[in-house]
């Protein structure tokens, strides 16, 4: 989008234009939308069930496949929207998939399967993603976050490797810390207390307080879960069974991390996405920049949305994060359309396209967009 293009666009009429759609949504938003979450949240259970049933039997990447689903349907299709408040007030809902209950206390492992803690993900996600998406501020972005990789001597080629051993990992090494280390230094100005010092050693380090609380809250236990308590329960059918779980669990757990790099990483990446260097000022702005620096992948129907995590509809998502995932569905052509209204790109792509466009920003062959504004 060219500086002219980007200036002109009326930001008052984007308001009203999109405020529309919203009202719109809101008046056919029901009990209905609960439904179909709990009918997604019913498909990634299926997958868990088969993956986990077939899981003792040996070590294969079938099986492997379907538990790792399954926990990436737990974690974008039922706890994203929830944690955002998709259905806190639908009429009818089961309180347990409100943000008030969900995956709070008890609940933790039976609603939330994750490696990181839900007001940790609520407030590096929800707060400081959603409100200053491409901003140095945002702790998603690609470009800023891999500036050492971007910046280093390292041939281009050795890169693209890092990045590729990256995408099965990054869930540990890289967003859990990242989600702790923001919520510590959330909780700490809330509290009044000098900004704590957070090197990247120090955060895992059992030697300083925010590591110890990693390890407690959020590496430790998510290992118990999954890699011990899991694997456990099938001792009954004798220790190769045992055996077998935890390698397809941990087949899994890459998988998982590879999953939802695929379709994460690339929502707000690329050299035709813009990243900006100072905050929006107005409804207009804010609007405008949810969607020159978001990027859906190919949409409209439950199967092909399922496989996506419903992340395929991120310019929507980002106008209206606590829209239910069928609404999306359905303004999404509303959107588009408002979009060419008032020339702007709206960008849509197969994810394969968009996973090379973001890998490139990462390497450093290319960087993405920023607006002059002056």
């Known amino acids: 989008m060219s500086l002219h293009s980007y200036q002109s666009v009326n930001r008052e009429q984007l308001v009203k234009d999109i405020t529309a759609i919203h009202q719109q949504s809101l008046a056919n938003t029901g009990i209905e939308d609960f439904e179909h979450l709990t009918k997604m949240e019913k498909w990634g259970k299926i997958c868990s069930i088969i993956g986990y049933g077939t899981a003792w039997i040996f070590p294969n990447p079938l099986s492997a496949l379907l538990i790792s689903q399954g926990s990436f349907t737990r974690w974008t299709q039922v706890g994203h929207p929830i944690v955002h408040r998709a259905y806190d007030k639908l009429k009818g809902v089961d309180k347990n998939y409100t943000s008030k209950k969900f995956a709070h206390g008890w609940r933790r492992f039976m609603d939330w399967p994750d490696w990181f803690t839900v007001a940790g993900w609520h407030h590096e996600h929800d707060v400081l993603h959603h409100y200053s998406l491409g901003e140095k501020a945002d702790p998603n972005n690609a470009q800023h976050n891999m500036e050492w990789l971007r910046q280093s001597k390292l041939p281009m080629w050795s890169r693209y490797v890092i990045v590729a051993a990256f995408s099965g990992i990054w869930k540990v090494v890289y967003y859990t810390p990242r989600t702790h280390k923001e919520f510590c230094l959330h909780s700490a100005r809330r509290q009044g207390e000098v900004k704590p010092a957070m090197t990247r050693l120090g955060a895992w380090s059992l030697f300083t307080k925010q590591g110890r609380a990693l390890w407690l809250q959020s590496i430790l236990p998510y290992t118990a879960y999954r890699f011990v308590l899991l694997p456990l329960l099938f001792l009954p059918l004798g220790s190769f069974a045992v055996l077998s779980v935890f390698l ?20 707000h990446a690329g050299d035709d996405v813009m990243m900006f260097d100072e905050k929006s000022h107005s409804k207009g702005e804010f609007y405008l920049r949810q969607i020159l620096g978001s990027v859906n992948y190919p949409t409209g129907s439950n199967f092909n949305d399922f496989f996506y995590g419903w992340l395929n509809y991120q310019i929507e998502h980002h106008l209206w994060p606590d829209m239910p995932l069928s609404q999306y569905q359905k303004v999404q052509p509303q959107v588009e359309a408002v979009c060419k209204k008032h020339n702007i790109p709206y960008l849509q792509q197969s994810v394969f396209k968009r996973l090379l466009k973001a890998v490139d920003v990462m390497v450093g062959k290319t960087s993405m967009l920023k607006p002059i504004v002056g």
């Open 248 to 267: 397809n669990s941990l087949l899994a757990e890459i998988f998982t991390n590879m999953h939802s790099f695929l379709v994460m990483i690339p929502n």
